[in-house]
């Protein structure tokens, strides 16, 4: 388990343009937390073709081994709608690591970017480049 002081989580996603999904993870992981937040990720692109990842995990101060397996469902959801570029905002090697062996995985490519605002305007530009 990885931990930098325990703080309850949250796992929330909405959609930051027509094709742009963006995830914020904050405080401790869990298995229930990641449930939730599967949930409302898979209903929020839904509704999207071709959606863009951005993946906010700055705020992570722990994780339960669970909730980052159950990584691997939110990359199929992800897949379902022809999804194939994710953008992660994280300083946690382990999580980087276990998104790329996923992104490997499932056929996605995966970039690392160093703010969120950052990581916003490039899935613009992915977005815009890769017209539905």
């Known amino acids: 388990m990885g931990n930098r002081g325990?703080?309850?989580?949250?796992?929330?996603?909405?959609?930051?343009?027509?094709?742009?999904?963006?995830?914020?993870?904050?405080?401790h992981a869990t298995l229930a937390?990641?449930?939730r937040g599967l949930a409302e990720f898979a209903q929020?692109?839904?509704t999207m073709d071709r959606p863009?990842?951005?993946s906010d995990s700055s705020g992570l101060t722990g994780y339960d081994s669970e909730a980052?397996?159950?990584g691997r469902d939110w990359f199929t959801e992800f897949k379902k709608r022809r999804g194939k570029y994710v953008i992660v905002?994280?300083?946690?090697s382990i999580a980087m690591m276990a998104a790329r062996a996923m992104g490997l995985g499932f056929g996605v490519?995966?970039?690392?970017?160093?703010?969120?605002?950052?990581a916003l305007l490039r899935a613009a530009e992915v977005?815009?480049?890769?017209?539905?």
């Open 89 to 92: 905002v994280s300083q946690w």
């Open 52 to 54: 863009v990842w951005v």
């Open 6 to 27: 325990y703080v309850p989580g949250a796992i929330e996603s909405r959609a930051a343009g027509p094709r742009i999904v963006h995830t914020t993870i904050v405080g």
């Open 33 to 35: 937390l990641s449930d």
């Open 109 to 118: 490519r995966l970039e690392n970017a160093p703010t969120l605002q950052r």
């Open 44 to 46: 929020i692109i839904s």
């Open 127 to 132: 977005s815009a480049a890769d017209p539905a």
């Open 68 to 70: 980052l397996g159950r």
